[in-house]
């Protein structure tokens, strides 16, 4: 929710200034936010109810009557230690805190203290030392009234799970009045659900586990339904949107364009030309999405494809994740075009956010001029004005690193322009089919002749010697290496300190062969210098961020070690040693493995061992890391689910689409009555996304 909805938390019962700015951090700004905001577990603290017992193999609660309480440092002076006595009945339990010495003031002998954790056999019999939550009574006679099953809610530092509890509480009793469904009845019928306030109420306060399945199971629906609901929405208009592109069917200079190539198209290549061809020559509006695995060539497929609107005298662009890779794309593509002579039909520019803003302008200009019908560029090419009025043509490469909105974005800039968008992260069919219903799919299934696969081997800490000498002898024949340093997400700043501090450790090994290093905060021209060093084999080992990732390509450089490949995904590391193994020769990629890493880890990363098939490696990934992954809207908060789990749920989210799909053959834009809730509720959610969809 946003902040501007009343009412702000401050006049919420137990929330002060202080709390106020403790759950701005958990993202709740206003009353009705808590109640959105969902216990991630529960504890049962139904047994406090019954005659005590102790000596409970799982976690359990205990209430009793504070006895005695001491306080003291241990004896190494570091840790505080408090020790309450409780009493129930014929029971006494030890509870022991640690570091928590503001307790001491808050305890007081004769409350009831009911505290929830395991419980083991210390040096003087039972005591429970890990204790996960508890709550201060006045009276015995309070216990039965908290003898319910407790949510666990996320917390952050400040908040304990009694303050938050008894805040979600009372925001609960507040504001239950004023939540509205916002399903249409039919479709809450249909899939047998809670209304929402009854939802609520079981999630946060559930009378058995009956009620958290149920809870869980209503929420799931709900969370599945508005991104569904987006794509529907999206599907109907592109198809209703006018259409007007024509493409000129005269197919000659194409066949010359393939004909003069290095190299013959794979029969992938060519089937997969042959469906965005039918496409491209049907009455409605392409939208299609190309996965191959890295190294397949689908760059040439996307150039040949783009041709279809050039030599109709429109313009195609071609979107990319970084201006390394547009400008590679843009080296090549000129190379071919000057190979062929074909300078005066293709006129390819690129458009990077690193232009200065003058010279942003020439070249939008330009574009507008027609003197260029083909423009690479980053993201630069839709957060910014650019008038595209004759755009036909969209490629969008690596679709995984762009938002959703993104790309929604750079659509909107052509009329309704056919799209094409590439991945090389596999995205499962049943992943794909679920989320964007709409997008055909057409598959690289097939490597140009004459690669091999790659050799990949997970190395210990004990062989790292050889691996080195082996390192040398292949730069001693002139190879070259790419060191791929550990990935950490939260900090780039830690990241460059990591890079620098292996380039030269790998200065010192490797001497006197030299080494590059390459990272996220060089300027783009900085970049270019080091990967045409590379590219001529005057830099041997490049020592590099992740910003190697995608789509590097120097068919000399055949070895690889990925350092700490505990980090990342393993798409991702199948994605990094596509850089690898280009050429006709072998591929080698080293995982160095350090330290002590689960038997988990070590058989997720021995999955790249066995296969390089992209797809089966993607669907390990499904399972392991969940799809963020695929979608590239991890950062977007598009497909956060609390409650479904994609690798599981993808039944029930089909569900919801045919619901859906249902409902807007009805009421295709939801203005009738009944669907109004529905539409506000979507509308709230996704102001920013709508923005691109005509939803008024
Ligand atoms: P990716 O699918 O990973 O983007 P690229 O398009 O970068 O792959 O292609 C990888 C390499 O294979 C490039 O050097 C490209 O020129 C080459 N290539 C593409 N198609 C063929 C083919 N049919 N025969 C031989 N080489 C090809
Ligand atoms: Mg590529």
Redesign the pocket.
């Known amino acids: 929710m946003k902040q501007h909805e009343v009412p702000p938390l401050r006049y919420c019962k137990g929330i002060g200034e202080k709390r106020e700015k403790l759950l701005h951090k958990l993202g709740i700004y206003t009353g009705k936010d808590l109640l959105f905001h969902f216990p991630r577990d529960y504890q049962d603290w139904r047994t406090i109810a019954d005659p005590p017992q102790l000596l409970a193999p799982e976690k359990t609660a205990f209430a009793g009557k504070i006895t005695g309480i001491q306080s003291r440092r241990a004896r190494n002076r570091k840790i505080h230690i408090i020790k309450v006595l409780l009493q129930r009945e014929h029971l006494y339990l030890p509870v022991i805190f640690f570091n928590q010495q503001y307790l001491s003031n808050i305890f007081a002998p004769g409350k009831i203290l009911i505290v929830y954790g395991k419980i083991d056999r210390g040096r003087y019999g039972l005591e429970m030392s890990q204790i996960e939550s508890w709550e201060l009574l006045e009276r015995v006679e309070d216990i039965p009234e908290r003898a319910a099953i407790q949510p666990v809610y996320p917390l952050t530092n400040g908040l304990t799970q009694h303050i938050m509890r008894k805040i979600i509480r009372n925001a609960f009793r507040e504001y239950r009045e004023q939540i509205t469904e916002y399903l249409p009845s039919a479709f809450q019928e249909s899939f047998n659900i809670d209304s929402l306030s009854e939802t609520l109420q079981k999630i946060h306060f559930p009378s058995s586990e009956k009620d958290i399945q149920s809870g869980r199971f209503s929420m799931k629906i709900r969370e599945a339904l508005f991104p569904v609901l987006y794509w529907e929405m999206k599907k109907q208009q592109t198809i209703h949107q006018p259409y007007s592109i024509s493409y000129n069917t005269e197919l000659d200079p194409l066949r010359d364009f393939i004909r003069n190539l290095p ?4 029969h992938a ?1 060519k089937r997969v030309l042959q469906e965005i061809k039918d496409d491209l020559f049907a009455h409605l509006p392409m939208r299609r999405l190309l996965q ?9 497929v996307a150039f040949i494809s783009a041709l279809f609107a050039i030599y109709s005298n429109q313009k195609a662009c071609f979107m990319v994740p970084t201006e390394i890779l547009a400008l590679q794309h843009f080296k ?1 593509l000129t190379r071919i075009i000057q190979q062929q002579g074909l300078e005066n039909k293709i006129r390819p520019i690129t458009l990077l956010g690193s232009l200065s803003a003058n010279e942003k302008k020439k070249v939008r200009r330009q574009i507008a001029q027609n003197e260029y019908n083909f423009i690479i560029g980053t993201h630069a090419l839709f957060q910014e004005k650019v008038d595209f009025p004759d755009l036909a043509y969209v490629i969008i490469d690596e679709q995984h690193r762009f938002g959703v909105a993104q790309r929604g974005n750079l659509i909107e800039k052509g009329h309704n322009p056919d799209v094409l968008i ?1 991945t ?1 992260t596999p995205i499962p069919r049943t992943l794909t089919m679920t989320l964007y219903g709409d997008l055909k799919v057409s598959i ?1 299934d097939e490597l ?2 004459g690669r091999q696969k790659v050799h990949t081997r997970l190395v210990g800490q004990n062989n790292t010697g050889k691996l080195l000498a082996f390192c040398r002898s292949y730069l001693k024949e002139n190879g070259q290496i790419y060191v791929v340093c550990p990935l950490i997400e939260e900090s780039e700043k830690l990241e460059l300190k990591a890079a620098t501090r292996a380039f030269e450790e790998y200065k010192e090994h490797f001497h006197p062969y030299s080494c590059g290093l390459l990272h996220g905060k060089m300027n783009t021209k900085e970049k270019q210098e080091i990967m045409e060093a590379v590219a001529e084999n005057k830099i041997q080992v490049l020592i590099s961020t992740t910003v190697i990732e995608v ?1 590097v ?1 120097v ?1 000399n450089a055949n070895f690889m070690i990925i350092e700490h490949p505990e980090r990342f995904g393993l798409s991702q590391l199948h994605q990094l040693r ?1 850089r690898i193994g ?1 050429g006709s020769e072998r591929g080698y990629c080293f995982l160095k493995i350090q330290g002590n890493n689960s038997q988990e880890t070590l058989q997720r990363l021995q999955v790249l061992e066995k296969t390089t098939n992209g797809f089966e490696i993607s669907h390990y990934d499904l399972e392991f890391r969940g799809p963020g992954e695929f979608t590239g809207t991890r950062q977007h908060g598009f497909l956060d689910f609390q409650f479904l789990d994609l690798a599981t749920n993808l039944p029930l989210i089909s569900k919801v689409r045919h619901a859906i799909a249902d409902l807007l053959t009805k009421d295709p834009s939801l203005n009738k009555q009944e669907n109004q809730p529905l539409k506000q509720e979507f509308v709230r959610k996704y102001e920013d996304q709508l923005k691109y969809l005509n939803v008024e």
């Open positions: 190299f013959s198209l794979t290549q191959g695995d890295v190294g397949s060539g689908k760059t040439i090549n590439m090389a690289l140009p002749p789509g390509d068919p596509g280009r």
